[in-house]
């Protein structure tokens, strides 16, 4: 008799299992757990160090897991059969078309792709239009559907772009408001904000030296949770009496199950807690889709197993060099500087020192390196391009706007603390031309688009892969008109190879691999140290 594979929407079921094709399911969704070795369990051998997505005694597991279960167990010569539970939805089946713009041919091909396996990860480039995908599928399924992100920028770009692409004004589940509609793009954050109880809370609280007697409302989803917020965050000694106010778990709950069409964007993030528990708990969403330039990137296997778990794999791709060779993207073009070994306080050897103080020392503070980052970013200046420089730190980020400013550059600041409407002028301002050089930090990682930039300095180093894609992405948006004609379709991209402590040195050659192996990237140049003298950087500091 072969094995049965039940699957719904969220969730698949093993049905004539034997111990054999357990085991074959419970390793094949299985992942080391980071922490383990720490563990006496570990340490006296009684575990290995391992967790599995298979659930005991029930045999039960992920939904998205179900193709990946199905080869394991063909691979392992065990006959198997999938029964889909799942309820089908009427789709409207609408002309795949949008307002202002005209599909690209492979744009269409994954919402064609997306509606033949209903469920999967599209991977989109940075600059492929992954957002016109969504809208394009929405209209061509024609079901409710929610839109789900995690930044209120995203949510505002994604709202307008629904309104310009199909005239629809989308729902809003942000900035702790809570306005579903039909389509309703939303944030991880305000979801899980209203998924909770509130209780009202009488107790006493210091004010100075006077206690005081007072009530007030606390968020948990247990009484022992309020108790904790209560105490924690409201600062209150003792607690009298505590009584539920108000349930709103039913709503989000009740939302989440009209859900008949999910899109998860930057999907790559969606390993979170919260995203998985909000894409199990959208339990009637027949079509599921993740977007992301850079899945299954990681390096960690429960990250990517989770995302599979939740959207199912990747079942369409289309890459940087596809779009650089239809002309849709930019040539990125990458110039590596070597920076030298640095002074560290008392002389101490680098790698005696933690990582979080050698950051600072040979990166934040590093007054050689800043020369070069000053350097270089005045050279794509003058070459013409509009250069975004990204710092990981809000000092460093300081200390290089107040280099530049003192060495001409037209430079603006902005950070993570700084509101949309601040960080939105400032884009514009350099789309526009009236500034040079933006300085950011890692807010403007995800979800920027401004083809004006066509150069960008990596000053904050770092190793994540992904983090790389999504900066360099940044800048290779097809160019136009006058910057056409000056620079043609390309983008500059500058980073630093530190050689001063083995950690930041190895950050640098993971990024230095990512650029050489990744097609229709090119590596321009190599500055090493030898080639270069300090005295020949003229920089003000």
Request: glycine share 8%; aromatic share 6%.
């Amino acid at each position: 008799m072969s094995i049965i594979i039940a699957i719904s929407n969220v969730a698949a079921k093993l049905v004539n299992a034997d111990q054999t094709a357990v085991s074959i399911v419970s390793d094949c969704l299985s992942y080391d757990v980071e922490s383990a070795k720490y563990t006496a369990g570990f340490k006296m051998g009684t575990w290995n160090g391992k967790k599995t997505f298979l659930k005991y005694p029930d045999l039960v597991f992920e939904a998205g897991f179900v193709p990946m279960v199905k080869q394991a167990l063909t691979d392992a010569g065990i006959p198997v059969s999938v029964h889909d539970k799942r309820v089908p939805v009427e789709i409207r089946a609408d002309e795949i078309a949008l307002n202002g713009i005209e599909l690209r041919d492979y744009q269409i091909r994954a919402i064609e792709i997306l509606e033949r396996e209903k469920r999967g990860v599209l991977q989109v480039a940075t600059g492929g239009g992954k957002t016109e995908i969504a809208i394009a599928a929405t209209r061509r399924f024609g079901l409710k559907t929610l839109f789900l992100t995690h930044k209120l920028d995203l949510v505002r770009q994604t709202r307008k772009r629904y309104h310009d692409r199909l005239g629809t004004h989308a729902g809003q589940i942000s900035e702790g408001e809570w306005m579903p509609a039909e389509i309703t793009v939303a944030t991880v954050q305000t979801i899980m904000a209203h998924w909770t109880k509130i209780w009202t809370v009488r107790g006493s609280k210091l004010d100075g030296a006077k206690l005081e007697h007072v009530e007030t409302t606390a968020r948990g989803m247990t009484e022992s949770d309020a108790r904790r917020y209560a105490k924690k965050t409201l600062k209150m000694v003792s607690i009298d009496h505590i009584e539920m106010k108000e349930d709103m778990t039913e709503k989000v709950r009740t939302f989440l199950h009209s859900i008949e069409f999910l899109i998860v964007d930057e999907a790559h993030r969606a390993s979170g807690n919260s995203f998985f528990k909000i894409v199990q708990e959208c339990k009637n969403a027949y079509y599921r889709c993740g977007l992301t330039a850079t899945p299954l990137m990681k390096g960690n296997r429960e990250d990517d197993l989770k995302l599979i778990a939740q959207t199912g794999d990747v079942i369409y791709r289309i890459t940087n060099n596809d779009l650089i060779q239809l002309g849709i993207l930019a040539q990125p073009r990458f110039r590596f500087v070597q920076v030298d070994k640095f002074p560290t306080p008392g002389g101490v050897y680098p790698g005696k020192l933690d990582y979080h103080p050698i950051y600072r020392i040979g990166i934040v503070e590093n007054e050689e390196r800043n020369k070069l980052v000053v350097r270089e970013t005045r050279s794509l200046v003058m070459e013409g391009r509009q250069t975004v420089v990204l710092v990981k730190e809000i000092k460093h980020g300081n200390i290089l706007y107040e280099m530049m400013r003192k060495n001409g550059l037209k430079v603006e600041w902005v950070a993570g603390k700084d509101n949309a409407d601040k960080r939105d002028a400032a884009l514009n301002r350099l789309r526009t031309g009236e500034i040079n050089v933006l300085i950011a930090s890692t807010i403007l990682d995800e979800g920027l688009d401004c083809d004006a930039i066509s150069g960008i300095v990596l000053a904050g180093g770092g190793k994540s892969k992904i983090a790389l894609f999504q900066r360099v992405g940044r800048s290779v948006r097809k160019k136009k008109g006058d910057t056409l004609a000056k620079i043609g379709n390309t983008a500059r991209i500058v980073d630093f190879i530190d050689t001063g402590d083995i950690r930041l040195y190895r950050h640098s050659g993971e990024r230095f691999r990512s650029v050489h192996t990744e097609p229709g990237w090119i590596i321009d140049s190599i500055e090493s140290i030898a080639n270069r003298e300090s005295a020949q950087l003229e920089i003000a500091v």
